[in-house]
Nanobody, 123 residues
Framework: QVQLVESGGGLGRAGESLRFSCAASGSIFRINAMGWYRQAPGKERELVAAMPSGGTTKYADSVKGRFTISRDDAKNTVYLQMNSLKPEDTAVYYC?????????????????WGQGTQVTVSS
């Protein structure tokens, strides 16, 4: 069984910084990608940043130049450094991972989500 456990985030003021981390644990054979999504009240969940293994990192246009995603594959952990926060960054942030678990019949890949963490940015 695989779990994604988020930590960090919380409250901040415009212009300040916050940092998230998300650790994947359990029966992990290979991680294809890890990333972060967010959902603001009344809006759909949207991609914030994604980091595929061996691929190109993606950022939402709204966070480019302010947020940085990084991974520590030895720890199966993804980080999100959020700088120059804006009130419109207020949302619930979710860690996401696409990873494979090995079974006797082969490796099967699934998508997993963290528990979600509220970020509130005041002006």
């Amino acid at each position: 069984q695989v779990q994604l456990v988020e930590s960090g985030g919380g409250l901040g003021r415009a212009g300040e910084s916050l940092r998230f981390s998300c650790a994947a644990s359990g029966s992990i054979f290979r991680i294809n990608a890890m990333g972060w999504y967010r959902q603001a009240p009344g809006k759909e969940r949207e991609l914030v940043a994604a980091m595929p293994s061996g691929g190109t990192t993606k950022y939402a246009d709204s966070v480019k130049g302010r947020f940085t995603i990084s991974r520590d594959d030895a720890k199966n952990t993804v980080y999100l450094q959020m700088n120059s926060l804006k009130p419109e960054d207020t949302a619930v942030y979710y860690c996401n991972a696409n990873l494979g678990t090995a079974y006797s019949r082969g490796v099967y890949y699934h998508e997993y989500w963290g528990q979600g963490t509220q970020v509130t940015v005041s002006s």
